[in-house]
């Protein structure tokens, strides 16, 4: 039975929210607040996190990215806040998906499917594969992939990530040096970020840029190819 932490302090919504997800077979823990939230959090183990962006103690974006600094898990950011930047705020804090309140039932339990199916794919496709669990570049390539854990090491040092940053890079570091489109980007997500588009692409390849590069404003890793999409250069930039 998969784990569901629910942050949400509306009862209407965390009520009807927790009904459902209980009937479609989730074991579900509510916090009324980020501070419940983080403790439930080392208390559950959930598989993943429903977090309401409006929380009475702290703003949700803040409370996403110190999940994200602790827990690789996936999120799903709901919020009432329509506005295209809003859900682009969320997505560079650590959200992997975002649902725009008020919201269906049938589509919250529908995302919630959607991102547990793409996490446990991806571990019995690595589980099963001949591909070694800890994937190394070649000789100066700074970025090695820990498929097991869906970690990046960047010169050896460990590196948080979204599932959705980990699924670029993934496809970057085995396509080394090959052009990527937004939409080949995009079709690579589908299934974990259910809102995607060339602008929520743009804010992953910032936020792996951050994360990887010594200088984000002068990549050398990760390079925009102008009028097309993005390429990963590895050791050899």
């Excluded at 803040?62 to 969320?90: F, G, H, N, Q």
């Excluded at 792996?208 to 390079?223: A, F, S, W």
Aim: aromatic residues 8%.
């Amino acid at each position: 039975m998969y784990k569901v932490l629910l942050i949400e302090d509306d009862n209407m919504v965390g009520d009807m929210s927790t009904m459902y997800l209980s009937e479609e077979g989730y074991s579900v823990k509510r916090a009324v607040d980020g501070k419940e939230g983080m403790q439930q959090l080392e208390q559950f183990h959930p598989d993943l996190i429903i977090l309401d962006i409006v929380l009475p103690d702290i703003n949700g974006i803040e409370l996403c990215k110190e999940l994200r600094k602790i827990s690789p898990i996936p999120i799903l950011a709901v919020s009432m806040k329509t506005d295209v930047l809003d859900r682009v705020d969320a997505l560079m804090a650590g959200a992997d998906d975002y649902l725009c309140k008020p919201f269906s039932m049938r589509e919250l339990t529908a995302r919630v499917a959607a991102l547990i199916r793409r996490t446990n794919m991806n571990a019995h496709e690595y589980a099963y594969s001949s591909t070694p669990l800890m994937k190394f570049m070649e000789d100066g390539d700074p970025i090695t992939l820990d498929y097991e854990r869906r970690a990046i090491f960047v010169h050896q040092n460990f590196v948080e990530t979204t599932y959705s940053e980990f699924e670029i890079m993934k496809l970057f570091v085995v396509n080394k040096e090959k052009v990527f489109s937004r939409d080949e980007l995009i079709n690579a997500l589908r299934g974990i970020d259910s809102f995607v588009n060339d602008r929520s692409i743009d804010v992953h390849i910032a936020n792996l840029r951050k994360k990887i590069e010594q200088d984000p404003k002068e990549p050398k890793l990760i390079k925009t190819v102008w009028g097309i999409g993005y390429k990963y250069m590895g050791g050899n930039s």
